[in-house]
Nanobody
Framework: QGQLVESGGGLVQAGGSLRVSCAASGRTFSSYAMTWFRQAPGKEREFVAAITWSGGTTWYADSVKGRFTISVDNAKNTVYLQMNRLKPEDTAVYYC?????????????????WGQGTQVTVSS
């Protein structure tokens, strides 16, 4: 089994920064990529960013490119999402997930492990 636990969400003003963390354990280490998704009220869950455990490859949604940075600390088995220049439209519950099968990054059917989510609220 694998387990993912997010932390670090909160309330921040527009233009501010926040870092969310995802602590991984168990079989999530065999994943193809660790990924952050988000879901705003009334909207579909959407891909935000992904990274391989080696940290050598990253992917970003166009909406966050240049503002968000995904990183991994293998010693702590933790994946981070540093969010800068936050906008009200970034408000959502942020989930981390482990992709366990080959395929397009962000295709939710390829993800077997999900965290419980952490709320990020950006006020205008």
């Amino acid at each position: 089994q694998g387990q993912l636990v997010e932390s670090g969400g909160g309330l921040v003003q527009a233009g501010g920064s926040l870092r969310v963390s995802c602590a991984a354990s168990g079989r999530t280490f065999s994943s193809y990529a660790m990924t952050w998704f988000r879901q705003a009220p009334g909207k579909e869950r959407e891909f935000v960013a992904a990274i391989t455990w080696s940290g050598g490859t990253t992917w970003y949604a166009d909406s966050v490119k240049g503002r968000f940075t995904i990183s991994v600390d293998n010693a702590k088995n933790t994946v981070y999402l540093q969010m800068n220049r936050l906008k009200p439209e970034d408000t959502a519950v942020y989930y981390c997930a482990a992709q366990v099968a080959a395929g397009p990054i962000g295709l939710t059917s390829l993800y077997a492990y999900w965290g419980q989510g952490t709320q990020v609220t950006v006020s205008s």
